[in-house]
């Protein structure tokens, strides 16, 4: 297959298509697409194709692309791959340029199957100006492969903002009742840390002699430790505040708790924790391994997985719970990057992919409850295994997934993350092994009390189990959870170079910190 590929010159071709086809679909969608609110209302000037059909279609082709993409990726090879580099703004030194490599490959992939999956098990959650939250869907769709395959920063910062404004509009526009607050506060902790990278990507460039804002000639530009320290502190608020690490973490759960279900899954996906590894740490070592800034966010990391997991255990609504179990393994992400080391760096990005995979399995199962009931309080359930026992078994799955359940996908990157952490930090690995006890803990108290517990048939009774469709979403959710459980090579293989070139350009780099040689007292 990989040879057929290169002879088509697939990897020429596939990464600007997976970021122009959802721009295109987006206008399709929009222009063509039929509101379902009037179909319901049966008006007659209803016209056009469904737009959930025509935006599931959309990112099924984006799918495709990323199979082909995954199929083109050559693991014994160094460096960027399918890279296409173009004149952009010459004055500017800025290109269209864009690549992947094992760090970078995964997320694209998973958000290519991800979102598309979002969408079908959510298929009944929006239902008014459905060809608008479609296209935004798809913009969406656009901005997060851009974050994810851009190498040039002004690319990267105009993917950044494509992916922030859609995902606000979308919580804003289409979420709960009384969501202005949440989708306020979502935007403004955002931006803010938005113009504070776009002020170090600007000093960066101008540092380097404004003559490129491509990724590896930036990290070819010798900064002072001071420097890096400001610039890396800018780019850390940015990435921090996405992804939602404690103490910038409060936005999350009011903002996914009142968004559409799609909303809530493009949420939890942990853009900011690639972005630390692909931009942060490669362009200012000497700030990264500085022992106070390591010190602070390997503490930070620590006291998210374990204030995570305690607030997930006593929450009453399951998608708090669920967000808050997500800022808990943002913390071994972050715990297992900062760490250095080539175990725990693969751990991180295995852990990336497998939130990515679990929160979003979770916030689904979470959508089609809240679309059976009206609401997602635990005190409502109780019992309902006995009458939708579909939904108890994959419910039961996906949940054992996020509290790391030996045979699942959420245990091999958090035992590489204290595997790795451990051969550098003990302390700081011990720590966060208590974080899997407390998550076992919230982990079944959600089980017993959605599933398990006192039955009210009279208000329950009639609940419906898993439809088809929702069954066959939710099944390629479990197989992911399975197969990356029991077999994690292709995607460990695939990270392993890359993590390795990472750690050695942090510590050898340009701007790597220089030892101090000891001072000797013989004269």
Not at 329 to 354: E, K, P, R, Y
Not at 377 to 384: A, E, K, P, R
């Amino acid at each position: 297959m990989h040879s057929i590929l290169l002879s088509i010159g697939a990897d020429r071709w596939v990464l600007p298509a997976m970021l122009l086809w959802p721009v295109i679909a987006a206008l399709l969608v929009r222009l063509l697409g039929r509101d379902q609110s009037a179909e319901t209302a049966g008006a007659s000037s209803a016209s056009g194709f469904d737009a959930r059909v025509l935006t599931v279609a959309a990112m099924a082709v984006e799918a495709v692309l990323a199979i082909v993409l995954w199929g083109t990726y050559d693991t014994s090879q160094q460096g960027w791959q399918a890279r296409v580099d173009m004149p952009w703004l010459s004055d500017l030194g800025a290109t269209f340029s864009v690549g992947v490599d094992g760090l970078s490959l995964p997320m694209v992939v998973l958000t290519a199957f991800v979102l598309p999956l979002a969408w079908l098990g959510s298929w009944n959650n929006v239902r008014v100006r459905t060809p608008a939250f479609g296209a935004l869907a798809l913009l969406l769709t656009s901005g997060l492969v851009g974050v994810f395959v851009s190498l040039d920063l002004l690319l990267f910062y105009l993917a950044w903002e494509l992916m922030l404004i859609p995902t606000y509009l979308l919580v804003g526009v289409w979420g709960a009742a009384g969501t202005a607050r949440a989708s306020l506060r979502y935007v403004l902790f955002t931006i803010v840390g938005s113009l504070l990278m776009l002020v170090a990507i600007i000093a960066l460039w101008n540092t380097g002699g404004g003559s490129s804002l491509h990724l590896d000639a930036l990290r070819d530009v010798v900064l002072s430790p001071r420097a890096q320290l400001f610039m890396f502190l800018a780019f850390f608020s940015a990435f921090a505040v996405k992804s939602a690490l404690v103490p910038f973490h409060t936005w999350l759960p009011d903002a996914q708790g009142a968004a559409p279900t799609f909303a809530a899954v493009t949420l939890g996906l942990k853009v900011g924790a690639y972005g630390i590894l692909r931009f942060a740490l490669p362009l200012f070592p000497a700030a990264v391994t500085n022992d106070t800034v390591r010190t602070t966010v390997l503490v930070l990391s620590v006291v998210a997985i374990v204030y995570g997991a305690l607030l997930a255990m006593v929450q009453r609504d399951l998608k708090r719970l669920i967000s808050y179990s997500s800022i808990s393994h943002l913390g071994f992400i972050m715990l297992g990057t900062f760490a250095l080391t080539q175990q725990s760096v693969q751990g991180a990005v295995m852990s990336i992919v497998n939130s990515g995979i679990s929160t979003s399995a979770l916030f689904l199962l979470a959508g089609m409850l809240e679309d059976r009931t009206g609401t997602t309080n635990l005190d409502s359930f109780g019992g309902i295994a006995r009458v939708v026992p579909w939904f108890a078994v994959m419910f039961t799955l996906v949940m054992l997934s996020t509290v790391a359940l030996p045979g699942t996908n959420g245990f091999v990157g958090e035992f590489l993350v204290l595997l790795g952490t451990y051969a550098e930090l003990p302390v700081f690995a011990v720590i966060a092994t208590s974080g899997v006890i407390f998550a076992a803990a919230y982990g079944m108290r959600a089980l017993q009390l959605v599933l398990f517990g006192s039955f009210d048939r009279e208000r329950l009774g009639r609940l419906t189990d898993l439809s088809v469709r929702e069954t066959l979403v939710l099944s390629v959710f479990a197989v992911a959870i399975l197969y990356l459980g029991f077999v994690p090579q292709p995607m460990l293989q695939r990270s392993e170079r890359a993590s390795r070139d990472l750690i050695e350009a942090v510590r050898f780099g340009p701007n790597a910190p220089v030892p101090t040689p000891p001072v000797s007292l013989n004269r």
